[in-house]
């Protein structure tokens, strides 16, 4: 049986996130994943500015190496409301630190590409062990720490700091952390991918299509390299069940037949099959620790109600969380009192873009209140500012906006 201060269930971008940290920190840890490298996930395959700003913290080598990958820098996103009006809106750069950002502010690279990416990152280390092939099934609590076993029944560590970062699916986080799936704070994701979508020439930016029979979710378009494209659409999994939603019907009609998508998909080909997978949205507040362990990414729930974005935040709790296995081995404390200076941080952090976040979810709820406001923001530059930071970098301040009368009053009155 192998022994550790630290050990990482899952490779995923919250996971790596994390060993990378500690190894930034001169910190072991072994690291597991179920499957070997390069592996698919299903996703949107889009990469916010928050993975850019917390990546190049860590290291700006990490963002110049990724853009020798097959990647489509994202400089804009394009919003149509469900009357169908559609907005641009251009990242602007200038207006964010210019060393955060020598290149695009977002990226579209497909899991496959990213999430090895990351592993590749993970090997430079030698003090982080990562093992592949690893499917942890059993989790023993011990006074020591927690005491893992794997499926085959061939692998076993014990490790001081347990970091849960296996995903959507964890079953310690419904076991032992008690993070039950709540369908209004969960949204059901599919995804397919495309090759020849007409029009995604020119400036490279991810598309949001609103319909009203999808709001608060949306159907996207994100293009990806050689003329290929990730489409899909996202739905909270309450008005699934509700409105007993068809999603893959509802993607394959409207592509195949929306007057504003149609002639797009005309000449399109589909070069995968369309696959569907959870996301736990964070919008419910949750513990994310306890004795000795701590929930990262979407074990933790963390994935941004409004725009399904889940990659930057899995990332940023990851660093969050290896910085608090720091503390705990330099203290030599593990109880759950001590380990809530993770949960604190996370909602320094990431609490209130989360909270934001929801409102506007449920502000999308209302198709007229969208096309009404999508009316008074077209030529707002104020409020185009603002919508821009929100999908460039929700690591700014932009969302305490939301809880000022003054913005709204911007909004309406345009002034
Ligand atoms: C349809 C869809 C579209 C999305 N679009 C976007 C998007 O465009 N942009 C964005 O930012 N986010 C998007 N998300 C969310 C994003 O995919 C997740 O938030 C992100 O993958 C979370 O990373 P993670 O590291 O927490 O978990 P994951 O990426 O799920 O990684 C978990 C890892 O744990 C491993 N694992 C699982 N169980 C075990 C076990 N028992 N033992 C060992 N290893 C295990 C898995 O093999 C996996 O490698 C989307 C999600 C869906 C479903």
Known sequence: MKKTDICIVGAGPGGAATALKLAYANQSCVLLDKAT??????????????????LNRLDPEIMNRFRAQPQVGMWGFKFTSPNGK??????????????????????????????????????????????????????????????????????????????????????????????????????????????????????????????????????????????GANVGLGMRTDMISDRKFNMRKALEELVATHPRLKDRFKNAEITDTVKGYGLPLGSKKRILSGDHYMLVG???????????????????????????????????????????????????????????????????????????????????KFVMDFLNKIYADSTTEWHKQLWRPGFWWRVVTGN
Request: with cysteine; proline share 5%; hydrophobic share 35%.
């Open 37 to 54: 490298f390069p592996r698919d996930k299903i996703c949107g395959d889009a990469l916010s500015g928050k993975v850019s700003t917390v």
């Open 86 to 227: 559609e907005m641009h809106f251009d990242f602007t750069p200038e207006d964010l630190a210019e060393e955060d950002y020598p290149s695009a502010p977002g990226y579209v690279a497909t899991r496959l590409v990213f999430d090895n990416f990351l592993i590749e990152e993970v090997k430079r280390h030698d003090c982080i062990d990562l093992q592949e092939g690893v499917q942890i099934s059993e989790y023993k609590k011990i006074p020591e720490g927690y005491l893992l076993k794997d499926k085959s029944g061939n692998f076993s560590i014990q490790t001081k700091v347990l970091i849960i970062a296996n995903g959507a699916h964890s079953a310690f986080s419904r076991k032992h952390a008690g993070l039950e799936k709540d369908n209004r704070h969960h949204a059901g994701g599919l995804r397919v991918y495309y090759k020849n979508v007409a029009n995604l020439e020119g400036q490279p930016a991810i598309e949001l299509h609103y319909f009203k029979e999808l709001v608060p979710g949306y159907l996207w378009i994100f293009p990806l390299p050689n003329n």
């Open 298 to 380: 979407d074990a933790g729930h963390l994935i941004d109600p409004l725009t399904g974005e889940g990659i930057g935040n899995a990332i940023y709790s990851g660093t969050i969380a290896a910085d608090q296995a720091v503390d705990c081995l330099k203290a030599e404390k593990y109880d759950a009192k001590f380990m809530r200076a993770y949960d604190a941080r996370i909602q320094r952090v990431l609490g209130t873009e989360l909270k934001a976040s929801y409102l506007m979810q449920r502000i999308m709820l209302y198709p007229r209140i969208v096309n009404f406001l999508t009316n008074r923001v077209e030529n707002n």
